[in-house]
């Protein structure tokens, strides 16, 4: 089992920055990909971004690309959610998520394991 739980969500201004983190338990997380997703109040979970379980390659969504950065620190055991350029759309909470597709890692469905989820609201 794997226990995932998410940190450093909060309230910024438009325009400015905030790093979320995701600390795994129970498993290596590097032996996963790891995905973010955010939803907002009556929308439905959206896709952010995804990084291979090497490490080697990164996918966004559109809404995010050049703005949000996924990292990844072995040795913490914790995936990082960058946010650069906050808009105020941006709003929602944000969740972390580990699985084991890549190539599908846009797809809800392909996590096997999910984290609590972080508030981020960026005032405009």
């Known amino acids: 089992q794997v226990q995932l739980v998410e940190s450093g969500g909060g309230l910024v201004q438009t325009g400015g920055s905030l790093r979320l983190d995701c600390a795994a338990s129970?498993?290596?997380?590097?032996?996963?990909?790891a995905g973010w997703f955010r939803q907002a109040p009556g929308k439905e979970r959206e896709f952010v971004g995804a990084?291979?379980?090497?490490?080697?390659?990164?996918n966004y969504a559109d809404s995010v690309e050049g703005r949000f950065t996924i990292s990844r620190d072995n040795a913490k055991n914790t995936v990082y959610l960058q946010m650069n350029s906050l808009k105020p759309e941006d709003t929602a909470v944000y969740y972390c998520?580990?699985?084991?597709?890549?190539?599908?890692?846009?797809?809800?469905?392909?996590?096997?394991?999910w984290g609590q989820g972080t508030q981020v609201t960026v005032s405009s």
């Open positions: 998520a580990a699985g084991g597709s890549y190539y599908i890692a846009s797809r809800p469905g392909s996590y096997n394991y």
């Open positions: 990084l291979s379980g090497s490490g080697g390659s990164t």
């Open positions: 129970g498993r290596t997380f590097s032996s996963y990909v």
